[in-house]
T-cell receptor, first 112, second 112 residues
Framework: SQTIHQWPATLVQPVGSPLSLECTVE??????LYWYRQAAGRGLQLLFY??????ISSEVPQNLSASRPQDRQFILSSKKLLLSDSGFYLC???????????FGSGTQLSVL | RKEVEQDPGPFNVPEGATVAFNCTYS??????FFWYRQDCRKEPKLLMS???SGNEDGRFTAQLNRASQYISLLIRDSKLSDSATYLC?????????????FGSGTRLSIRP
């Protein structure tokens, strides 16, 4: 069966520090991969999605970047975090051509 | 205009009541629609797909109105456990077909 792993679950970082969140999927090949962010009490904002290795679509200009070095690995990064980067970050995957999303358990990021 | 819009609520209804909320979308060519449920500080989970002819799953009924570009979710005989945020999801067509957009969510609170 397919599983998605996202870590860490909680992260507290100072302003200006770097960020790296990792997400891996098991049990499937060629998944579409997604990073979403959710601010407190708000909806999910699509940040990046990827349909293949090295193929990244960015939805919102911001302080973040994403990479997909391997088929089932999706990384969210920042060189210098801002206060506004705080939020709940969710990684998700879907089978290509099928729209159902399966989410990781999320990372609660607090930038102080 | 946002691609997907929802009434944020909160909807506060007594146990046993029927409650319904809508979600509007801006792209008339959108093909796929879903409702997700999200509990506080957890990842969203698929509740049900929305089919053109409407579909039902137990106490939940989803409908699509293409002419007016909205989808709806009806919950009958609401339970305390139905308290959550309900997110509608729309998938565009064409080159952006992998871009899955979430509404901002509607908060539902069921009171005893």
């Amino acid at each position: 069966s397919q599983t998605i792993h996202q870590w860490p679950a909680t992260l507290v970082q100072p302003v200006g520090s770097p960020l790296s969140l990792e997400c891996t999927v098991e049990g499937t090949s060629n998944p579409n991969l997604y990073w979403y962010r959710q601010a407190a009490g708000r909806g999910l904002q699509l940040l990046f999605y990827s349909v293949g290795i090295g193929q990244i679509s960015s939805e919102v200009p911001q302080n973040l970047s994403a990479s997909r070095p391997q088929d089932r690995q999706f990384i969210l990064s920042s060189k210098k975090l801002l206060l506004s980067d705080s939020g709940f970050y969710l990684c998700a995957w879907s089978v290509r051509g099928v729209e159902k999303l399966f989410f990781g358990s999320g990372t609660q990021l607090s930038v102080l | 205009r946002k691609e997907v819009e929802q009434d944020p609520g909160p909807f506060n209804v007594p146990e046993g009541a029927t409650v319904a909320f809508n979600c509007t979308y801006s792209n008339s060519a959108s093909q796929s629609f879903f409702w997700y449920r999200q509990d506080c500080r957890k990842e969203p989970k698929l509740l049900m797909s929305v089919y053109s002819s409407g579909n039902e799953d137990g106490r939940f009924t989803a409908q699509l109105n293409r002419a007016s570009q909205y989808i709806s979710l009806l919950i009958r005989d609401s339970k305390l456990s139905d308290s959550a945020t309900y997110l509608c999801v729309v998938r565009p067509v064409g080159s952006s077909a992998s871009k899955i957009i979430f509404g901002s969510g509607t908060r539902l609170s069921i009171r005893p």
